[in-house]
């Protein structure tokens, strides 16, 4: 019964790289979310997909972020050229958008990603 | 711009007492709102509430919705040690069907 799998758990990077989180939503949801949490804030949302499509990006910086979610294979939410600013948990959540009516879809989580920048 | 308030912002208590989380909100185009808790880090979804008055129970805790008055509120029950978490409370709406906005957690410590 695997719930949503991100990883890695813990990524350190220093100014200037790349950092690259993977989300596998639970098996049946075609539906992925991340949100970001930083120290002493609550959750905020970032992006929506479904399968090969980004549904609301809304949330996302514009510059330096790009999430994906291929036909095969985990969402991926990349971060370019790292800054310090960036260290935050990075939360994937998942849904199976088979609920009619969207108001009454559960979005369930995963543990998270810790970004930590040096 | 859409808002979530929860309070208290942290509560110690001890085993078996009974306690009461709050979340105030608005948001525009309100269609839902969920409970979660958060242990280290996972959030674990608790509830989902889409109707006024009408109380959702799972064992020692429960909740109930007031969209006239626009907050909600969890209970716990008899408390025990494993209940301390961070409860969020996270409406659903803002324009969309399926984005959550969260508050900034009440803290529940219990202690033994």
């Known amino acids: 019964n695997a719930g949503v799998m991100q990883n890695p758990r813990h990524l350190v990077r220093r100014r200037g790289q790349e950092a690259r989180l993977r989300c596998s939503p639970m098996?049946?949801?075609?539906?992925v979310y991340w949100y970001r949490q930083l120290p002493e804030e609550g959750l905020k949302f970032m992006v929506y997909?479904?399968?090969?499509?980004?549904?609301?990006e809304s949330g996302m910086p514009k510059e330096r972020f790009s999430a994906e979610f291929p036909k095969e294979g985990p969402s991926i939410l990349r971060i370019q050229q790292v800054v310090r600013g960036d260290s935050a948990a990075y939360f994937c959540?998942?849904?199976?958008?088979?609920?009619?009516?969207?108001?009454?879809?559960?979005?369930?989580f995963g543990s998270g990603t810790q970004l930590s920048v040096l | 711009e859409d808002k979530v308030v929860q309070s208290p912002l942290s509560l110690v208590v001890h085993e078996g007492d009974t306690v009461t989380l709050n979340c105030s909100y608005e948001?525009?185009?309100?269609?839902?709102l969920l409970w979660y808790k958060q242990e280290k880090k996972a959030p674990t979804f608790l509830f989902m509430l889409?109707?006024?008055?009408i109380e959702k129970k799972s064992g020692r805790l429960s909740s109930i919705l007031d969209k006239k008055e626009l907050f909600s509120i969890l209970n716990i029950t008899a408390t025990q040690t494993g209940d301390s978490a961070i409860y969020l409370c996270?409406?659903?709406?803002?324009?969309?069907?399926?984005?959550?906005?969260f508050g900034k957690g009440t803290l529940l410590t219990v202690n033994p």
């Open positions: 959540a998942s849904s199976s958008g088979q609920v009619k009516a969207a108001t009454n879809e559960k979005l369930f």
């Open positions: 098996k049946g949801h075609s539906h």
């Open positions: 997909l479904q399968k090969e499509n980004i549904i609301d």
């Open positions: 948001v525009t185009n309100f269609r839902s």
């Open positions: 889409t109707s006024s008055g």
């Open positions: 996270a409406p659903k709406g803002g324009g969309s069907n399926y984005k959550l906005t």
